[in-house]
């Protein structure tokens, strides 16, 4: 064991009266590491649970990358592009490319007796992944969803319905309940009514979602548009790795797109991704990481300003005892790495009980949802909170390190004391 190593273990395991002055000083550096690296904890899991929550919310109606028709970008309804099985499975050998669905959208009207909504049909068949909506399900049940016509031949009326998925604002404004009937107005060449029941309701409290989408057979909305045979608006590609999707997006334009490949009516096809699509949301979101930088800051500089007075009050009361070690020979260096190892422990101490801290919040609020939100402004009904390890460890070390780095000018106080004048220190 080296000798400051040794000394600072005597120095911090002293439990007599020596301590009166710098005791209070060490409780306060002890605590500001603690809160500070409480709150940045709390902190990093907050933005990235919000984040992930956000994102999974946009991802489940527009998934990660959508390959539609060129002519289509920018229009609700689309052109159609043919999604035969051929094309769906050259989709799906992609590097990356997890899952592959098809969809059709449509614009209708819902009315019920007393009032009516203009809304979008989302047409999904039985591929569909339907993960992400099933949590957010809030009355009801998911149905089956089909690409043909389940009702064997039968004409839809009020006694063979198809099945609708709407949201819970849809729901309130038209006063509907799961189980009820509902009828759906298609304007085109003609007008088309056609009874639906409400199987399910969702909520994901993204308003451009709940006031706009409702979710259908993909039969019904391809054939409200015309379309027939595999004719869709387009197909959704989920990856396996979010982090990935401008390598994955890549990898369809090089090895799909840029061969100049149409589809079996002569379309052209492109991808858009998820951030394309909805580029406000996903810039939103990376603002956030600034909050984010500004807060790990201020935490760190909470650390490093106390442990700062701390260290020079434990150096002002062990004046006598820096004297002696310099009269018995020791060199100012070995001296000034006696009270940084001092001071590390004293931010061992205090990044214990941040750790205990932040991560008993964090657990806390996973647990039980005790800080609720606004959903209407902040998208969520509590504060989503994820935990992750590795940064959990990372933001230690940077403490740990920053913390001892601070001290390094301080501890060059010690260099000013003399000998001679320590001893009649009081």
């Not at 005791?23 to 990093?44: E, F, H, K, N, S």
């Not at 970008?73 to 099985?85: A, F, H, K, Q, T």
């Not at 998925?165 to 729901?171: L, N, P």
């Not at 920053?402 to 001893?423: N, T």
Request: charged share 20%; net charge positive.
């Amino acid at each position: 064991m080296s000798f400051p190593l040794f000394i600072a273990r005597r120095i911090n395991g002293q439990t007599d009266d020596r301590k009166k002055v710098s005791r209070p000083a060490i409780r306060i550096a002890t605590a500001g590491v603690a809160i500070g690296l409480a709150v940045m904890i709390v902190t990093v899991a907050v933005v990235l649970g919000f984040k992930h929550t956000i994102r999974d919310k946009v991802v489940g109606f527009g998934s990660h990358i959508q390959v539609i028709n060129v002519r289509s970008i920018g229009s609700p309804i689309g052109l159609p592009v043919e999604m035969n099985d051929s094309l769906m499975q050259q989709l799906k050998t992609i590097p990356g490319v997890r899952h592959v669905e098809r969809y059709a959208m449509t614009q209708g009207i819902l009315k019920t007796d007393e009032d009516f909504l203009g809304v979008m049909f989302k047409g999904i068949g039985p591929e569909y992944d339907t993960s992400f909506l099933k949590d957010c399900v809030v009355e009801g049940q998911l149905p089956a969803f089909h690409d043909t016509n389940p009702l064997e031949g039968e004409a839809n009326s009020a006694e063979h319905p198809y099945e609708l998925v709407i949201s819970k604002t849809m729901a309130q404004k038209l006063k509907l309940k799961a189980g009820d009937l509902i009828y759906a107005y298609f304007i085109g060449e003609h007008v088309t009514r056609l009874a639906f029941r409400v199987s399910a309701i969702y909520q994901t409290n993204m308003k451009r979602f709940d006031d706009l989408f409702c979710i259908a057979d993909l039969f019904v909305t391809a054939r409200r548009n015309g379309w027939k045979g595999k004719l869709c608006s387009g197909a959704e590609l989920l990856v396996d790795d979010f982090d990935k999707l401008q390598q994955t997006d890549h990898n369809i334009i090089e090895s799909f797109l840029r061969k100049g490949r149409i589809d079996s009516q002569g379309n052209t096809l492109t991808s858009v991704t998820i951030q394309q699509l909805y580029p406000t949301v996903f810039q939103w979101l990376d603002l956030l990481d600034i909050n984010v930088w500004i807060i790990l800051a201020l935490m760190v500089a909470l650390a490093g300003f106390t442990m700062i007075s701390g260290l020079l009050i434990i150096i002002l009361e062990r004046t006598q005892m820096i004297g002696v070690l310099k009269a018995l020979g020791a060199r100012n260096a070995t001296i000034r790495r006696t009270f940084l190892w001092f001071s590390v422990f004293i931010i061992g101490r205090g990044l214990l009980w941040g750790n205990i801290i932040g991560i008993g919040i964090v657990l806390l609020q996973k647990a039980t949802g005790i800080v609720s939100l606004d959903p209407q402004t902040y998208y969520v009904s509590e504060a989503p909170m994820e935990l992750n390890l590795l940064l959990v460890v990372l933001l230690n070390i940077a403490t740990l390190l920053i913390s001892v780095f601070v001290l390094v000018g301080p501890s060059y106080l010690i260099s000013r004391i003399h000998p001679a004048r320590s001893m009649r220190y009081e």
